[in-house]
């Protein structure tokens, strides 16, 4: 009955007490998820999401476990709360997503681990856009990721800028004007914008790119 007084409330609109009649059919089938996922659905809905943990615990309780972590992992991230959706993430094996979870937080706040990297399980794209962040602090990974992309795209400008920019911080300054040759080479129209971003002159750069 309880669960056809919901259904029958559906219908009649939204000054009824949803919740309430919601809360009556969980308490009459002490069992069934479905009472407890629906007052979920209503709760983020309605109301701030750390206001409903307690019934995605319920949720589990009931035998949902694997719907209400995933519940936990999207309002976590909701909330940035980093740690806690990491955890999440974990928990349903998705530790690649937890540790890229978890890289976001260490971008955010300027103190990112190389491990955390590895773990991320990047594609080496998605790297070399890291490592341009951290190619000052990080000057070895930054040139790690680089050539990584450079073995399958032997031209990419991303990449070649970035290896030039940290070889540069490396002090290795003969390969970083070896690699600017090949950045001018690949897109010359490319070729200011990174290098003025690695802290040289335009006129500089250019004096050690040979003309295609």
Known sequence: ????????AAQLG???DHDGLLAAWQEAAPNDPEPVRRRVAWHLRERPHNEVRDLIEELAARGDVIEAQQLLLSIDLNLGRAGAAAQAANDLGMDAWAARIRLRAELESGDV???TIEAAQLEPAAALAVYAILASEDPDGAVKAAREVLTREAWNPEALALEAHALS???RESEAARTLERLYLADPAFFMAPITAAGNTGAGSQSQASSP
Do not use: I, P, Q, T
């Open 1 to 8: 009955m309880a669960s056809l007084r919901v259904g029958a």
């Open 14 to 16: 939204s000054d009824l």
């Open 113 to 115: 681990d190389e491990d």
């Open 169 to 171: 911080n490396l002090g």
